[in-house]
């Protein structure tokens, strides 16, 4: 009984941090998306906003941008559930050339 209260306790903490880390990190990156401008590194983007969700191709998001080479996708806290993503587009040298935020309806 007192290992099933400590199992219980642990798994409300732990989804705590998770839940806790998710609004921390989308935090983060919207008061800090206005900062991302043309022309700025991969890395100096990391610095800013974290490592992003996922790296994908122009052909995720359907980016019809001849120099695109890659996009930075930060999702929402309750994206897939509530889709919401934040997107940084780069060149092939590895520099902003637009960024967006996604919402589906």
């Given at each position: 009984m007192?290992?099933?209260?400590?199992?219980?306790?642990?798994?409300?903490?732990?989804?705590?941090?998770?839940?806790?880390?998710?609004?921390?990190?989308?935090?983060?990156?919207?008061?800090?998306?206005?900062?991302?401008?043309?022309?700025?590194?991969?890395?100096?983007?990391?610095?800013?906003?974290?490592?992003?969700?996922?790296?994908?191709?122009?052909?995720?998001?359907?980016?019809?941008?001849?120099?695109?080479?890659?996009v930075?996708?930060?999702?929402?806290?309750?994206?897939?559930?509530?889709?919401?993503?934040?997107?940084?587009?780069?060149?092939?040298?590895?520099?902003?050339?637009?960024?967006?935020?996604?919402?589906?309806?």
């Amino acid at each position: 009984m007192k290992l099933l209260k400590r199992l219980a306790a642990f798994t409300v903490a732990l989804g705590l941090v998770f839940v806790g880390n998710e609004f921390y990190r989308e935090h983060r990156v919207s008061n800090h998306m206005g900062e991302v401008h043309f022309g700025m590194s991969k890395d100096q983007v990391q610095v800013l906003l974290g490592g992003p969700s996922y790296i994908v191709g122009c052909a995720y998001w359907a980016l019809a941008m001849p120099d695109c080479a890659e996009v930075f996708t930060y999702r929402d806290a309750f994206a897939p559930l509530l889709p919401a993503y934040h997107v940084i587009v780069f060149d092939k040298s590895g520099r902003v050339i637009s960024t967006a935020r996604l919402v589906s309806p």
